[in-house]
């Protein structure tokens, strides 16, 4: 089993940041892909971005490129999203997700461990 937690939330200004840490322990040879989704009030769960293990690939949804970086470091089990240029539309419970090796870094299913989630708002 993988445990996961998520920290750096809280309310920004649009145009401001906020760097979001998620942290795995346990079975963490289980986190060769990691990933941030969130989710709006009344919307679907979206996909952020995700890495690879060795952090040499990584993808965005095409709404946080050029704005969001994703990291991490295996040696301490942590992932971390740096967001810049935060707009009012990037609110949202912002969800950490760990899994295997997946061909589909973008579909929730590829992940089976998540985080409880952390909030993210930012006003206009």
């Known amino acids: 089993q993988v445990h996961i937690v998520e920290s750096g939330g809280g309310l920004v200004q649009a145009g401001g940041s906020l760097r979001l840490s998620c942290a795995a322990s346990?079975?963490?040879?289980?986190?060769?892909?990691m990933a941030w989704f969130r989710q709006a009030p009344g919307k679907e769960r979206e996909f952020v971005a995700a890495i690879t293990w060795s952090g040499s690939r990584t993808y965005y949804a095409e709404s946080v490129k050029g704005r969001f970086t994703i990291s991490r470091d295996n040696a301490k089990n942590m992932m971390a999203l740096q967001m810049n240029s935060l707009k009012p539309e990037d609110t949202a419970v912002y969800y950490c997700?760990?899994?295997?090796?997946?061909?589909?870094?973008?579909?929730?299913?590829?992940?089976?461990?998540w985080g409880q989630g952390t909030q993210v708002t930012v006003s206009s």
């Open positions: 997700a760990a899994g295997v090796a997946t061909t589909r870094p973008a579909a929730p299913e590829s992940y089976s461990f």
């Open positions: 346990g079975r963490t040879g289980s986190t060769v892909s």
